[in-house]
């Protein structure tokens, strides 16, 4: 299974609303990261967060990272119509990035 | 400003075709990377290369190659295409390490048919 796995599948909220997103993963990790991608183009690294950081922040989106859990969470504050794509958590550890499902957000005007 | 560029973001190709995909970095960058995204089936990896002439397998790269000959290019081969490889294409790049932040390109959608 993938390493990161991302929940919920799908979330959709109204503008100004903020979402969260959730990332799990199984083994021990250098960094964790969130990219975003809307439809049918390339992914838009958002921000990353290294082992042994706890949270980080980043305009309206604020990470948080739980080692012992082996969880993150993706926090948009005050959604736009615009922050409408899907949301992916990769994990880093040995040599390469290991991306999650993703999560599909909709965010309506 | 970083860029990525593939060389066509549609592709069509018939079965049995050989078939180029190419990206191109303007970032002096060490790694590049070759993913397959499907549906229910997220990112995978098909092929990493960490400098000219060196390359990497990854999670899936049963029926393709790749070629590095210079720094800022990076192909991605289908010797002879079948359906099973319709999917979207998608290049990276990094610098240093592999596991840093990663520039993706926009994308090819290929159909074999």
């Known amino acids: 299974s993938q390493q990161g796995e991302e929940d919920p599948q799908a979330l959709s909220i109204q503008e100004g609303e903020n979402a969260t997103m959730n990332c799990s993963y199984k083994t021990s990790i250098n960094n964790l990261q969130w990219y975003r991608q809307n439809s049918g183009r390339g992914l838009v690294h958002l921000i990353l967060i290294r082992s042994n950081e706890r949270e980080k922040h980043s305009g309206r989106l604020r990470v948080t990272l739980d080692t012992s859990k082996k969880s993150s969470s993706l926090l948009i504050t005050a959604s736009r119509a615009a922050d409408t794509a899907s949301y992916f958590c990769?994990?880093?550890?040995?040599?390469?990035?290991?991306f999650g499902e993703g999560t599909q957000l909709t965010v309506n005007p | 400003d970083v860029k990525v560029t593939q060389s066509s973001r549609y592709l069509v190709k018939r079965t049995g075709e050989k078939v180029f995909l190419e990206c191109v970095q303007d970032?002096?960058?060490?790694?590049m990377f070759w993913y397959r995204q499907d549906p229910g089936l997220g990112l995978r990896l098909i092929y990493f290369s960490y400098d000219v002439k060196m390359k990497e397998k990854g999670d899936i790269p049963e029926g393709y190659s790749v070629s590095r000959e210079k720094k800022e290019r990076f192909s991605l081969i289908l010797e002879s295409a079948s359906t099973n490889q319709t999917s979207m294409y998608l290049c990276?790049?990094?610098?240093?390490?592999?596991?840093?932040?990663?520039?993706f390109g926009p994308g090819t959608r290929l159909t074999v048919t």
């Open positions: 990769a994990t880093a550890s040995g040599s390469r990035l290991t």
């Open positions: 990276a790049s990094s610098y240093l390490q592999a596991y840093y932040e990663q520039y």
């Open positions: 970032m002096d960058h060490e790694n």
